[in-house]
């Protein structure tokens, strides 16, 4: 790789010498399998609910409901249980996000990506072996801590791995691989569902993604940050030399020592993120993972299959075109790998928002105006359904989809980044598993309105990005204080030092930190 100077010309104006590596990529490839375990049981689970064979066995109310000529074509899949199958993992997802934030800490953020592994490993010989629907349910918990392990770790450890220059491209790998997993997922109904046992095929090849990150894991590096922050100085240097890919790594190294000695001396995170100084990142973190939800996109994704039922497609139909919207996930979240280093966050996420916004207000006009409680829509109007769901993952995918976590796992300083982005996976975990919960009787209730409901809030994402989001393009993670938070109109005002935002350290803290940029 040629060489690449990664300049942090801010508070101190230092650069940062590194290459772009081929250690950095690897790396970052094998711990992104994280992202495709998750996004393979996005796609699975939609595609498994609409299989005959599947309701039959577990929600044979469904099943009846499902083929009733007049039943309202809203409310086929209107059951809490089924839903259960889908969020009962989010909602495990949710819980295990908290003490995995510990575990990145302590054991490293390797140690909880292999962790994640062995947890969707198990969750997925639970799910193909299940008899009855509570053994089904178990395997989903297990599966939600695997990817509440998973979400936390693989975000923060490509972060600290990557070059400044080249930060958000590796990060938002993570997406590529959620999207991947989907499409992959997609693919599998496809050809499993006419099968009599196709739904436990489905469920059981979610262990292969598990398999790969178990594996590859072994073969990469933990980050520098984390053995730093564990006390193993001499690994951590060797590691940071050998990512960076150059011998020059004292300023940097320096500074990531300094950085631990201020994260080292927060005895209580989680605490310490109830701070004023903490509130503009913790806000932010937050919002963009609930926001991310309430596009929509996931009711979409979860859904697709019985969503192209719903306007009239048969079930094959329906999963073909769950494949081609999984495709234009993938391509478009390439676009985002493309450009979000050079156009920056927020142009990416404000073009988004107009586009979603128009995709969301024409699908429920279209359902509103042309689709009947027991009819079907016209084969060419359910095409434009198809094309305008692709419009609007298109959006999601190259911008709130990536840029979600992306903008997550940059804007924590190191004494609060695992605390401060266990709120946000939890947060995206939360409201993940609400609208798993309760997508398909919100659509039973609210017919094409729900719809109009997700646009409502794209309008609110929109008016957040342009006056509260500051842009975080090519900044390193510890000078987003100076450079970024100090500096924007509102938040600026809680960039307070003082003896008693700082957990009891003084004036030596904050002195210290200033001269921080990792």
Same mark, same amino acid.
């Given at each position: 790789m040629a060489p690449v100077i990664t300049s942090s010309a801010g508070t101190g104006g230092k650069e940062f010498a590194a290459k772009l590596t081929w250690r950095v990529l690897t790396c970052g490839l094998i711990a992104s399998t994280g992202g495709l375990m998750f996004g393979y049981d996005i796609g699975i689970s939609g595609g498994v609910t609409g299989m005959d064979t599947f309701l039959k066995e577990f929600f044979p109310k469904v099943y009846v409901k499902k083929h009733l000529a007049k039943e309202n074509n809203y409310c086929k899949y209107d059951n809490q249980l089924l839903q259960l199958f889908t969020s009962s993992l989010y909602l495990a997802a949710l819980v295990m996000s908290f003490y995995a934030a510990t575990m990145c800490k302590k054991f490293g953020r390797k140690l909880t990506m292999q962790a994640a592994s062995i947890f969707f490993l198990v969750g997925a010989i639970f799910t193909v072996a299940s008899r009855n629907l509570w053994m089904l349910i178990i395997g989903r918990i297990l599966l939600g801590f695997g990817v509440g392990c998973g979400n936390q770790a693989v975000p923060l450890f490509i972060s600290e791995i990557a070059p400044v220059k080249y930060r958000g491209a590796l990060n938002i790998c993570f997406q590529l691989m959620i999207t991947v997993g989907i499409l992959?997922?997609?693919?599998?109904?496809?050809? !499993?569902?006419?099968?009599?046992?196709?739904?436990?095929?489905? *469920?059981?090849?979610?262990? &292969?993604?598990?398999? &790969?990150?178990? $594996?590859?894991?072994?073969?990469?590096?933990?980050?520098?940050?984390? *053995?730093? %922050? +564990?006390?193993?100085?001499?690994?951590?240097? +060797?590691?940071?030399?050998?990512? +960076?890919?150059?011998?020059? =790594?004292?300023? @940097?190294?320096?500074?990531?020592?300094?950085?631990? @000695?201020?994260?080292?001396?927060?005895?209580?995170?989680?605490?310490?993120?109830?701070?004023?100084?903490?509130?503009?990142?913790?806000? &932010?973190?937050?919002?963009?993972?609930?926001?991310?939800?309430?596009?929509? $996109?996931?009711?979409?994704?979860?859904?697709?299959?019985?969503?192209?039922?719903?306007?009239?497609?048969?079930?094959?139909?329906?999963?073909?075109?769950?494949?081609?919207?999984?495709?234009?996930?993938? =391509?478009?979240? *390439?676009?985002?790998?493309?450009?979000?280093? +050079?156009?920056?966050?927020?142009?990416?996420? *404000? @073009?988004?928002?107009?586009?979603?916004?128009?995709?969301?207000?024409?699908?429920?006009?279209? #359902?509103?105006?042309?689709?009947? #409680?027991?009819? !079907?829509? %016209?084969?060419? !109007?359910?095409?434009? =359904?198809? #094309? /305008?769901?692709?419009?609007?993952?298109?959006?999601?995918?190259?911008?709130?989809?990536?840029?979600?976590?992306?903008?997550?796992? %940059?804007?924590?300083?190191?004494?609060?980044?695992?605390?401060?982005?266990?709120?946000?996976?939890?947060?995206?975990?939360?409201?993940?598993?609400?609208?798993?919960?309760?997508? /398909?009787?919100?659509?039973?209730?609210?017919?094409?309105?729900?719809?109009?409901?997700?646009?409502?809030?794209?309008?609110?994402?929109?008016?957040?990005? &342009?006056?509260?989001?500051?842009? !975080?393009?090519? =900044?390193?993670?510890?000078?987003?204080?100076e450079r970024v938070w100090k500096q924007h109109w509102y938040w600026k005002k809680y960039m307070i030092d003082d003896d008693d935002d700082n957990d009891g350290n003084g004036p030596a803290e904050s002195k210290l930190e200033k001269g921080v940029s990792t």
């Open positions: 992959i997922a997609n693919i599998v109904n496809y050809y !499993t569902a006419p099968i009599l046992w196709g739904w436990r095929l489905s *469920l059981g090849l979610a262990g &292969i993604p598990a398999l &790969i990150l178990i $594996i590859g894991s072994f073969s990469i590096s933990e980050t520098p940050t984390s *053995l730093v %922050e +564990r006390g193993k100085l001499d690994q951590g240097k +060797r590691v940071l030399k050998a990512i +960076r890919g150059v011998d020059d =790594v004292d300023l @940097e190294f320096e500074e990531i020592q300094e950085a631990c @000695e201020i994260a080292n001396r927060i005895k209580n995170p989680f605490k310490n993120l109830m701070k004023t100084s903490s509130r503009p990142q913790l806000v &932010i973190g937050v919002l963009m993972q609930v926001f991310q939800q309430f596009t929509g $996109i996931n009711a979409i994704m979860f859904y697709s299959p019985v969503l192209f039922q719903t306007v009239g497609f048969k079930n094959d139909a329906a999963l073909l075109s769950a494949v081609i919207t999984g495709t234009v996930n993938v =391509v478009s979240t *390439l676009v985002s790998i493309a450009l979000v280093d +050079r156009t920056g966050r927020r142009s990416l996420l *404000l @073009e988004a928002c107009g586009q979603m916004g128009i995709s969301q207000a024409a699908i429920g006009a279209i #359902l509103a105006s042309r689709l009947s #409680l027991t009819g !079907t829509l %016209e084969h060419s !109007t359910a095409i434009w =359904v198809v #094309l /305008l769901i692709c419009v609007f993952v298109s959006g999601f995918a190259w911008s709130w989809g990536p840029l979600g976590w992306l903008v997550a796992s %940059e804007i924590f300083p190191l004494k609060t980044r695992a605390a401060g982005f266990s709120f946000a996976v939890s947060s995206n975990m939360l409201f993940t598993a609400l609208i798993a919960q309760s997508f /398909l009787s919100m659509m039973c209730k609210m017919r094409a309105g729900i719809f109009f409901f997700f646009l409502a809030w794209i309008v609110v994402m929109c008016l957040f990005v &342009i006056f509260f989001l500051p842009e !975080t393009k090519q =900044v390193p993670i510890d000078e987003m204080v």
